[in-house]
């Protein structure tokens, strides 16, 4: 690992307030304080995962059909499952007195990263970051944004804004013929400058921020049908506000329009009183963004 790459897991493990949700597998979701949901989305489409005050995070949905690993023990009468991954991020950022930083990553180029700074007429500059020659592009007016390609198993994006640290890691499913497949993994950090921030996030995982416990959701429950398989289902029933649809991004992918957007605007929290998944105590510090995994 280079000192750069080292310097920013320093940085990582400093700036974390100690809350943090992820987007895995298929598609496994845990809130920002725990608390488990299961969205399948819709293929192609791209949802809002976090909506905050100058940052914007959306990932495209994409159809699969996978088997369990040999390890899994329902593989033995799971034959197939027809569910979904993430398969691209887009992340839109404010950085102040130079314009937009838009940043692309996508499970087909796991070790680069496109990286666009843009005024609302033109682009300003455009970098493609690379994990071993190009490692990091810092935004000099605001030392604590930044994006990073750095080395983990085998490589993770690394994008932060002071308020939020997103880490965006490649993973891998398996086909019924033996291949392998591609797709993104997203974990989404509560920094320190996200408590002093007075709006309050949403998107899939950044509306949990406020919440006084934790929301269980529709989770998938993986129970084959005659032929031996399962098809996903769940939308995040219980756990979200509103319904999938009220989370799709329209246009560029890189939009921070949808129903409840917080970008740049100022909304109370949730009222976790009007969803119907079951209320836990908030989860320890060590099963925050636990996922379950399979595939």
């Known amino acids: 690992m280079t000192s750069t790459q080292n310097a920013v897991f320093a940085h990582l493990a400093t700036s974390i307030s100690g809350g943090f949700g992820s987007a895995r597998s298929d598609v496994h979701f845990t809130g920002l304080h725990g608390g488990k949901f299961d969205v399948k989305g819709k293929h192609g489409a791209v949802f809002c995962l976090l909506s905050a005050k100058h940052l914007a995070l959306n990932a ?4 699969i059909t996978f088997v369990l690993p040999p390890s899994d023990p329902r593989s033995v009468f799971l034959k197939k499952v027809h569910g979904s991954v993430l398969s691209e991020a887009f992340v839109t950022m404010i950085a102040p ?80 013929n033996g291949s392998m497949g591609r797709r993104i993994d997203v974990n989404v950090y509560r920094a320190h ?5 007075r709006i309050t996030p949403h998107g899939l995982i950044g509306q949990s921020y406020h919440d006084p416990v934790q929301i269980e959701g529709n989770i998938d429950q993986y129970v084959p049908n005659t032929h031996g398989e399962y098809s996903t289902s769940a939308q995040g029933e219980g756990a979200i506000e509103g319904n999938i649809d009220d989370y799709e991004i329209k246009g560029t992918p890189f939009g921070t329009a949808f129903v409840f957007s917080r970008f740049g605007s100022l909304f109370p929290p949730r009222d976790v009183s009007k969803l119907s998944g079951k209320k836990l105590s908030r989860a320890s510090k060590h099963m925050r963004g636990a996922a379950h995994s399979d595939n």
């Open 60 to 63: 495209r949905f994409k159809y």
């Open 193 to 197: 400058g996200a408590i002093s921030d």
């Open 97 to 176: 007195s130079q314009g937009t930083v838009r940043v692309h990553y996508t499970s087909k180029r796991p070790y680069v990263a496109n990286v666009q700074v843009l005024t609302t007429t033109r682009i300003l500059n455009e970098t493609w970051l690379d994990h071993k020659t190009l490692p990091l592009m810092r935004f000099k007016k605001n030392s604590g944004m930044y994006v990073a390609l750095v080395k983990a198993s085998p490589v993770a994006l690394n994008v932060v804004d002071g308020s939020w640290n997103i880490t965006i890691y490649p993973g891998s499913y398996r086909l019924a």
